[in-house]
């Protein structure tokens, strides 16, 4: 719409009034003045479409959510025997699906701890070292604790999912991802 | 803050003695520090050592402001036709080639347009351009209409142009001399001439 009242500093090359200028030179004057005049309604539909779009994007997470509680814990899946798996060592495997990376570890005889492998800074792999009692990024340099898998120093701030383990005679299975936030 | 409506840019090129104070002056500023936004430009060199100071005359249409793809030049309420906003200036050279008083240049180093802003930090709290301020013969003359008037008895001030077919006005005026009439040239018929200019320097080669 063509505000007729605003009084224009310059004047158009053809000489013609504002009005009948095309719609280009009304969006984008050469005044400042009118170039920062903002219309009533033009605030207004702004101001319906972006909280329009916070609510959809509300609706989103919360529809995300209710899948990912729907779909229930993934089967549980043989990683590898107990014997394979010496004091002292680890080694990675792939739980729930063949992208996500994880890693077992044994750092006495009687614990198992396994975490997914991706830094929850920028998804590097994460290295286990289990005789400092931490896995490293050699991203950008942070740390996580062995026993818990939060982070204790370097950029992420989020824990690792916790991958939880059972050991069914001498094998141990994955059976569930514990996706955590803080 | 916006520069007072009293105040105005008059140009008298008839006074202009070619010292450069305009230029230096104008390459102190702060916001540009080290390059001039003024240009004193010879009426012919080959003939005359008369110059004339060229500085933004701030177009009512202003061509540079229409030609601009990016958005990046803009005219305050107060009429003053403001430099390149650097986040928006994409070193174009649309200005450049448009302006028809030859104003804008580029400053390819930083990829931005610069210009006059009739030094925008100082009209707008009431002083006048550095270039006004120092010019010795007041060629540059930044006042009142009543004190441009009462000073120079023999000219009148003229802000209507007209280049080919694009008639302009502007808020910076030039002063002619009262009596003469405006003389309008066909600037496009002249573009196929010799300059003599260019007589000149061809003839120093082929000595």
């Known amino acids: 719409m063509v505000d007729q009242d605003r009084d224009y500093l310059s004047q158009a090359p053809d000489g013609k009034p504002h009005g009948e200028q095309p719609q280009w030179r009304q969006d984008f004057p050469v005044d400042i003045p009118q170039d920062n005049y903002v219309s009533r309604r033009e605030f207004t539909k702004f101001l319906v479409l972006t909280s329009a779009a916070f609510t959809v994007g509300q609706m989103w997470i919360v529809w995300e959510n209710w899948r990912r509680a729907r779909r229930g814990a993934p089967p549980a899946q043989k990683i590898a025997d107990l014997k394979d798996l010496p004091v002292g060592s680890s080694l990675v495997f792939h739980y729930p699906t063949h992208s996500e990376p994880c890693l077992l570890m044994r750092p006495d005889e009687n614990t198992l701890l396994a975490y997914g492998q991706k830094c929850t800074h920028l998804s590097c792999a994460v290295i286990p070292e289990l005789e400092k009692k931490r896995l490293a990024c050699p991203c950008h340099h942070g740390y996580f604790s062995l026993e818990e898998g939060r982070p204790i120093a370097g950029p992420p701030r989020r824990p690792l999912p916790r991958i939880t383990v059972e050991l069914r005679g001498d094998e141990i299975y994955a059976t569930g991802v514990e996706l955590r936030t803080v | ?207």
């Open chain 2, 1 to 207: 803050m916006a520069v007072p409506e009293r105040n105005e840019f008059f140009i008298d090129p008839s006074r202009c003695i070619g010292c450069q104070a305009c230029v230096q002056a104008c390459s102190e500023c702060d916001t540009h520090k080290g390059h001039s936004m003024i240009h004193l430009e010879f009426v012919n060199r080959a003939w005359s050592t008369q110059t004339v100071p060229v500085v933004c005359m701030h177009c009512d249409s202003p061509t540079c402001a229409e030609v601009c793809p990016a958005d990046a030049i803009k005219k305050s309420g107060d009429g003053v036709v403001q430099t390149a906003r650097k986040p928006r200036c994409i070193a174009c050279n649309n200005c450049v080639l448009a302006c028809p008083f030859g104003v804008p240049k580029m400053n390819t180093g930083a990829e931005l347009m610069m210009k006059c802003d009739m030094c925008y930090d100082r009209t707008s709290e009431g002083k006048k351009p550095m270039c006004a301020s120092v010019c010795p013969s007041q060629a540059l003359f930044f006042g009142t209409r009543e004190e441009v008037e009462s000073l120079r008895l023999r000219s009148r001030p003229v802000n209507h142009f007209k280049f080919g077919n694009q008639e302009i006005s502007t808020k910076v005026s030039m002063l002619v001399p009262r009596e003469t009439q405006a003389e309008y040239l066909d600037v496009t018929s002249a573009m196929n001439e010799k300059t003599s200019g260019q007589v000149v320097f061809l003839n120093m080669f082929e000595e």
